[in-house]
């Protein structure tokens, strides 16, 4: 790390090098060669309420990440499935307009989707730029459970179901 650059550059540089993982002070401390704990603390806050990083509290510690990571809330809301390199329109659309409806806080989230014949709720976190999530469903019928990602593009969501000992399956989804 460049010791010639301000504080807080050091701490951007950081975070953006660490990226989705965050860091937190002691991390923070450790890896920019700042002295004190109480100086990091300082910067770190100054950084979050000038809104140039995110801070999130994981535990007793608060982690940090670069500013670049997609606004909590704009993941939140009900989006329509537009294609899928997976399935072609017709199957999509086998048992409904499909869809990924998501709620939640700041960074918890939850929400439903049906999609062709997958019927199903998750929960997860943001991360990062993404948010992870795990989920139980139907597949025709058949009880499934797996994880899956969230991941914004330009104006679109990429919704991405990894089935547990199965196959994946990704979404290009717009909002509605």
Known sequence: MNTTKPYKQRILDLLEMVGAEGADNAKIRKETGIPSHQQ?????QELTMRGEITARRK????????L??????????HWR????????????GMETIPFVRVE????????TFHIGLIQGEFDGRLDG???????KAADELEPVHGAGTMSLLDRQMEFRLMFFLGDEFTFICERS
């Open 68 to 77: 670049d990571a997609p606004s909590p809330g704009a993941f939140r809301g």
């Open 81 to 92: 499935v537009i294609s899928s390199p997976d399935f072609d329109r017709e199957t999509l």
């Open 59 to 66: 535990g007793r510690n608060w982690v940090f990440y670069p």
């Open 104 to 111: 939640g806080d700041k960074f918890e989230f939850e929400g």
């Open 40 to 44: 990091v603390y300082l910067l770190t």
């Open 129 to 135: 730029k993404r948010v992870l999530f795990s989920f």
